[in-house]
């Protein structure tokens, strides 16, 4: 059991998600109060699966996304991969994805009056992953960053 209180199992060495999607390990970024840092945050799909970019061409596709909590660390943008452009049957133009393994990066900024210590700024990424014949219900996931604030 995972005591996420008193630091016994840090989050950067956990898989979050699950499901056709997965997080990979976030790194604990040690940041000055007032400073930005940016973080990458590695997803992987399993073989066979894509998620629409995050500007897909079509309004009924579901983009992925990440958003996130508000609080004394806060994003300032998320930068997403190019997208792969793939032919599917179900339309009759290419479609903008995401599949494998890829990288979102968020710049973040750690407010001057930030308490120091360890923290946790917290995400949420939705998607619907799909493969060649259907498409599973879309999902979010939390996304969790650790952060040492010096």
Same mark, same amino acid.
């Given at each position: 059991?995972? #005591?996420?209180?008193? /630091?016994?199992?840090?989050?950067?060495?956990?898989?979050? !998600?699950? !499901? =056709?999607?997965?997080?990979?390990?976030?790194?604990?970024?040690? &940041?000055? +109060? /007032?400073?930005?840092?940016?973080?990458? *945050?590695?997803?992987?799909? $399993?073989? !066979?699966?894509? &998620?629409?970019?995050? =500007?897909?061409?079509?309004?009924?596709?579901?983009? #992925? +996304? #990440?958003?996130?909590?508000? /609080?004394? &660390?806060?994003?300032?943008?998320?930068?997403?991969?190019?997208?792969?452009?793939?032919?599917?049957?179900?339309?009759? $133009?290419?479609?903008?994805?995401?599949?494998?393994?890829?990288? #979102?990066?968020?710049?973040?900024?750690?407010?001057?009056?930030?308490?120091?210590?360890?923290?946790?700024?917290?995400?949420?990424? +939705?998607?619907? =992953?799909?493969?060649?014949?259907?498409?599973?219900?879309?999902?979010? *996931?939390?996304?969790?960053?650790?952060?040492? *604030? +010096?």
């Amino acid at each position: 059991m995972c #005591l996420l209180l008193t /630091g016994l199992c840090p989050l950067g060495l956990q898989a979050q !998600g699950s !499901g =056709a999607l997965t997080v990979g390990q976030i790194d604990q970024s040690s &940041v000055k +109060r /007032g400073s930005t840092f940016t973080q990458k *945050i590695p997803l992987h799909l $399993k073989a !066979g699966f894509h &998620v629409n970019s995050n =500007a897909p061409a079509d309004d009924y596709l579901i983009p #992925l +996304r #990440l958003t996130w909590a508000l /609080g004394k &660390v806060i994003s300032e943008g998320v930068d997403y991969p190019k997208p792969q452009l793939e032919n599917y049957a179900f339309s009759a $133009k290419p479609v903008s994805v995401f599949s494998g393994t890829f990288t #979102l990066e968020t710049k973040f900024k750690v407010a001057a009056d930030a308490p120091v210590g360890a923290a946790t700024v917290v995400g949420k990424l +939705r998607y619907q =992953a799909c493969n060649n014949k259907e498409c599973l219900p879309p999902k979010t *996931i939390e996304v969790q960053v650790p952060v040492d *604030i +010096r």
